[in-house]
């Protein structure tokens, strides 16, 4: 099932999309047999309250959608998307997450997952400009797979975590390099609005499968820039899930950012840095790919 976010005239409302077509969430769930009562206006509400049966439905819709052309939107190219969870509670991100990252900037191999969170505030969805250049002219690239929770989770198992995963999508977590180096945080680098673009779907696991086995590349303009797979994780995700679930509660709708391969801009020599119109791509096997072009500055 590939979950999206898509722009209403009455909001940002969940959506569906089978067959390059966008279906209403709310709607289908109407027909749906394993239907709960309560609102599933956005995806972060369809999470709280059908993230424990994801597959059930997930088997359920090519049914669902059949049986309700109503809840038909539109046509992919004709329905803006928005970032796939408009309101996560938490953005947390794993930096130095592939051995080939580590070894090119010259950091020992971490002993446990370095955690930074970004805001709400920087995410935007595959429809959407990365911003940024207006603050920054060192703007980096960093193809990254990202991970949404399905269920509450507290100190859940390494074993167990993945029963806590709802969905996978590609992610870019652009990032301000110059802010970035000021000092010894970085977050700064990491907060800039409207720079972290993901989607366009969220794809449930049971369509992915096994989440350690996926091609990522980046290309910036056609040219790829980083390719690896995320079996060359130093965290895998079950062990991530498991690690942040151990000092914060996980809640439905968080987005975890599982870091990025080697290739990034600012380890090249010259360095690397998009600019205003560059378009930048991040696919991920069995997820997709997400496109956007660098926004130019607003004055």
């Known amino acids: 099932m590939k979950i999206v976010s898509y722009q209403h005239e009455s909001g940002v409302r969940g959506g569906v999309l089978v067959d390059d077509a966008v279906y209403d969430l709310e709607l289908l769930l109407q ?7 309560g609102a599933t206006t956005s995806v972060r509400e369809f999470l709280e309250l059908y993230g424990d049966r994801l597959g059930d439905i997930s088997a359920e819709i090519g049914t669902l959608v059949s049986q309700d052309p109503v809840a038909r939107v539109g046509s992919r190219d004709g329905v803006r998307l928005t970032t796939p969870v408009s309101d996560p ?26 955690v930074f969170a970004k805001f709400a505030s920087t995410m935007v969805g595959p429809d959407d400009e990365i911003g940024g250049a207006k603050v920054s002219g060192n703007l980096d690239f960093e193809g990254e797979l990202a991970v949404v929770i399905g269920r509450r989770a507290s100190e859940v198992t390494e074993e167990e975590a993945l029963d806590y995963v709802a969905a996978l999508a590609p992610l870019n ?39 350690q086995t996926l091609g990522l590349a980046t290309r910036v303009n056609g040219i790829e820039v980083q390719r690896s797979n ?70």
């Open 173 to 211: 977590d652009v990032t301000a390099r110059d802010l970035q180096y000021r000092g010894t945080q970085w977050l700064a680098g990491k907060a800039v609005d409207g720079s972290t673009p993901w989607g366009p779907a969220l794809v449930t696991l049971d369509e992915v499968g096994d989440p």
């Open 31 to 37: 027909g749906c047999r394993h239907a709960v009562q």
């Open 89 to 114: 509670s938490k953005v947390l991100c794993i930096g130095l997450n592939y051995k080939d990252h580590v070894a090119e900037t010259g950091r020992a191999f971490p002993e446990y997952p370095d």
């Open 230 to 299: 995320t079996r060359y994780q130093i965290f895998p995700i079950a062990r991530i899930v498991s690690y942040l679930s151990s000092f914060l509660t996980l809640e439905p709708g968080d987005v975890i950012a599982t870091g990025t391969p080697q290739g990034i801009g600012a380890k090249r020599n010259p360095p690397v840095w998009l600019e205003p119109g560059d378009t930048v791509e991040i696919e991920i096997e069995k997820v997709g790919v997400l496109r956007n072009r660098v926004g130019k500055p607003q004055l």
